[in-house]
């Protein structure tokens, strides 16, 4: 059964950094784009970051310069450096797998929290 599992968030000060990750089975984790999502209270889910299976990686442009995606795949494993956090980080994020738009799977997501 394929799944994703996000770990790490928490409760962060404004300046502040948190490391998350995303723990990848049951399918083949190395041949997926890996993307971070956010939904915000009362907004819209977002793409986050996106590392593809080439290791080649994009950014929104709020979080350019401040967050790096990276992935271990012999670990299955993706990860979201976050730093410089301010509030407007503040959301669940998730994980995402996909496959040429043709398998595409979901974390049940990891709430992040930056306030003083």
């Known amino acids: 059964q394929p799944q994703l599992v996000e770990s790490g968030g928490g409760l962060v000060q404004p300046g502040g950094t948190l490391r998350l990750s995303c723990a990848g089975a049951?399918?083949?984790?190395?041949?997926?784009?890996i993307s971070w999502y956010r939904q915000a209270p009362g907004k819209q889910r977002e793409l986050v970051a996106t590392?593809?299976?080439?290791?080649?990686?994009k950014y929104a442009t709020s979080v350019e310069g401040r967050f790096t995606i990276s992935r271990d795949d012999a670990k299955k494993m993706v990860y979201l450096q976050m730093n410089s956090l301010t509030p407007e980080d503040t959301a669940v994020y998730y994980c995402?797998?996909?496959?040429?738009?043709?398998?595409?799977?979901w974390g049940k997501g990891t709430l992040v929290t930056v306030s003083s």
């Open positions: 995402n797998a996909d496959l040429n738009g043709m398998l595409n799977y």
């Open positions: 049951g399918f083949t984790f190395s041949v997926y784009d």
């Open positions: 590392i593809t299976s080439e290791h080649d990686t």
